[in-house]
């Protein structure tokens, strides 16, 4: 079948091949676990989306994978069951209904009355058509955001809330210590609301969390996902079993701990034995981790993620590793205290272990190419953190159709250089980006982890700094709907900004005898960079005036200083007439570029440090305000947009006692099929 979409393939078996039979039981309950997951997530994504994944795998069983009998025999036009088996596997790839990066719905192209034929194969299918027959259609909703007319999100399930409403109830948990991560708002009638914490215990009756100065009604429900969370944990006890030491069984354990019961300050303790565990054989990522999803950017997405690490691959992220404090001192806010790393960075970089791993079963809305965990800054701060680069999915994504916003005369020798400078930006990005950064914080008891009678002195304007962290007060909470996108941006132009560093690619193999050379290497990053904030317009909303994805944002800003502050180290042509856009840089005036990116760079991160919102936002949202000009590109980028990229994963299997994997042909029906195979 033809098809308008990318598909790639996480291939694994080479590495899954040699493990031992322990290790692989070990990734094969833990993969399981994950998978098991999946309910959570479409819950979360959208109310039409368990049906929608239902209907495509009980049309999946009806016909038992042979589609072409449906057009055959039931009056199906063929171009109708093209169109909805490219929309089956566009919706399982995104794991529902919206683009995992962008956040913009998606709907089948199918002309009126196919998907009732479809619907006609069984009654289930009849009764799950029912259900979604106008949802799975419906624009509006454009895109996920605050609930609107042309918005809605699954964190915020019931009567339609607005966001003074999901900041009180957020004022009462706060009160009551109960964090948000693990919780979603229902408003049950006009001031009255529940907290839906997801756990395997479900309360018998609703917990007041009631508070003086407050007249809402609001009450905690135990209980949200419990039959998914139940599976969760049988297949992470099994796992259990086949543990390669102490430490991982007891973070399994404090996993389902936590998710039976609910306690976000048991998953906190989780974290801290899982960087402990260090260079593990099979990693994984369990949790509600990210919250790049809810419009208020405190609750996150259920994710499950099982890979193994490649040791060779491994050796060369070892060597940044090693000389990490010597990059840092390099840092725009680097000052002689501190062992030369400043008073904004922290005393000692802990090394941490940064492992190059392959995802063996990769339970979410998007897979990324680089993970940093966990997300609480003080568990990064007092015990340290992990970095992984997720192999198989960058170099399934280097071989992906390009935007085509490079000229063709240069489009050779970018593709040439393309996966390089990307790979090792990622990279940057994961170890120093996200792995730097000290927070001005007070604590309880007029506690300070900075000398409060002498504040230090803030680089940005040269006075004594004026804000900081107060006691209970932490990044996310401070930040709110801006934290997530910051953080990226942050962690982006740290990579950007250390791309020229001789040092730093000489340890990658970047000379000047070498067939990739640095020069070549950095001017790459800068078309990238271009290429980038162009793209990132797709996921910017006219209908809701918003962002739909994090890194987006971050990418179209970076952009913007790029142009009003390089000195014409990136220039944008657009013609019109032929809808045409091309990034020009000028590689004479990198070095002007490398300015104004630092110059952004410091300034994120002293408002980060500082918890300076105020200017933050003001400085922030100016710099990736979309414009007139930037809504004509929008218009082109738009027109010129690649097809959506898909992925297919590998399963695994007990067989008479034998751990088996099963990979499948990166194809549409491949994608179906490994789902269906899935059983989840």
Request: glycine content about 6%; charged content about 25%; aromatic content about 10%.
């Amino acid at each position: 079948m033809t098809a308008t979409v990318q598909i790639y393939k996480l291939g694994i078996a080479p590495l899954f091949d040699r493990l031992s039979d322990r290790e692989k039981r070990y990734g094969h309950y833990l993969s399981r676990a994950a998978w098991s997951g999946t309910r959570i997530v479409l819950r979360q994504v959208s109310p039409e989306s368990l049906a929608i994944f239902d209907f495509i795998l009980e049309l999946y069983n009806s016909c038992r994978g042979d589609f072409e009998q449906l057009s055959e025999a039931d009056g199906v036009a063929e171009e109708d069951l093209e169109a909805f088996l490219e929309y089956a596997a566009t919706f399982l790839s995104n794991i529902g209904n919206y683009y995992g990066s962008g956040d913009q719905k998606f709907i089948p192209r199918t002309s009126p009355g196919a998907l009732e034929k479809l619907a006609s194969q069984s009654p289930k299918l009849s009764s799950l058509y029912t259900e979604i027959q106008d949802s799975i259609m419906a624009i509006p909703p454009f895109t996920l955001g605050y609930p609107s007319i042309v918005a809605q999100s699954s964190y915020y399930p019931g009567a339609m809330m607005g966001k003074e409403e999901i900041a009180l109830v957020s004022k009462h948990m706060d009160a009551h210590s109960i964090l948000p991560e693990n919780t979603r708002i229902r408003k049950v009638t006009d001031n009255t609301f529940e907290v839906l914490q997801a756990s395997v215990k479900a309360t018998d009756g609703a917990l007041p969390l009631g508070i003086t100065d407050s007249s809402a009604s609001v009450s905690l429900v135990r209980g949200d996902h419990a039959e998914d969370l139940k599976k969760v944990c049988e297949n992470l006890s099994k796992a259990a079993e086949y543990a390669a030491n102490d430490a991982q069984k007891k973070f399994l354990a404090q996993y389902i701990e936590s998710f039976h019961g609910g306690s976000l300050d048991v998953y906190r303790d989780s974290q801290r034995t899982w960087v402990a565990d260090r260079a593990p054989k099979i990693e994984n990522i369990f949790g509600f981790v990210e919250p790049y999803r809810d419009p208020a950017g405190i609750r996150a997405e259920f994710e499950g993620l099982v890979a193994i690490a490649d040791a060779e691959e491994t050796k060369l992220l070892s060597k940044l590793v090693e000389n990490s404090d010597k990059f840092i001192q390099r840092l725009p806010w680097a000052s002689p205290e501190n062992d030369g790393k400043g008073i904004f960075e922290k005393s000692l970089f802990e090394p941490p272990d940064f492992s190059s791993i392959h995802a063996l079963a990769y339970c979410s809305s998007i897979i990324f190419p680089g993970i940093n965990l966990p997300n609480y800054n003080d568990i990064r701060q007092d015990v340290g953190f992990k970095n992984v680069i997720i192999a198989n999915r960058m170099i399934a994504e280097s071989t992906a159709m390009q935007w085509p916003f490079i000229d063709d005369s240069e489009m050779e020798v970018f593709q040439k250089h393309k996966y390089p400078a990307y790979y090792l930006w990622v990279v940057l990005h994961e170890l120093l980006g996200h792995g730097t950064g000290k927070m001005m914080i007070e604590e309880p008891a007029n506690k300070f982890n900075f000398d409060s009678t002498n504040p230090p002195i803030n680089p940005l304007d040269g006075l004594p700094i004026k804000t900081w962290y107060k006691p209970g007060q932490t990044w996310t909470g401070q930040f709110g709907d801006l934290a997530t996108t910051l953080d990226e941006c942050r962690a982006e132009l740290v990579g950007a900004y250390l791309m020229d560093d001789p040092e730093l690619l000489a340890l990658f193999g970047f000379t000047d005898d070498s067939a990739i050379r640095p020069g070549d290497l950095t001017f790459n990053l800068y078309q990238q960079l271009g290429v980038d904030g162009l793209r990132a317009l797709s996921n910017y909303n006219t209908d809701g005036m918003k962002w739909g994805q994090a890194h987006s944002r971050a990418h179209f800003a970076m952009l913007r200083c790029l142009l009003r502050d390089g000195d014409g180290c990136i220039r944008i042509h657009h013609d019109l007439g032929v809808k045409k856009l091309r990034v020009l840089v000028d590689r004479s005036k990198i070095p002007h570029g490398k300015k104004a990116l630092g110059g952004m760079l410091l300034r994120l991160h002293m408002y980060r440090c500082t918890a300076n919102v105020q200017e933050c936002r003001k400085y922030y949202e100016d710099l990736s305000h979309v414009d007139e000009e930037c809504l004509g590109w929008r218009r082109t980028v738009i027109e010129k947009k690649p097809p959506p990229l898909l992925n297919v994963q590998a399963n695994t299997f007990i067989d008479d006692d034998t751990v088996t994997l099963r990979e499948y042909e990166p194809t549409i029906t491949g994608i179906i099929q490994s789902w269906y195979e899935r059983g989840v």
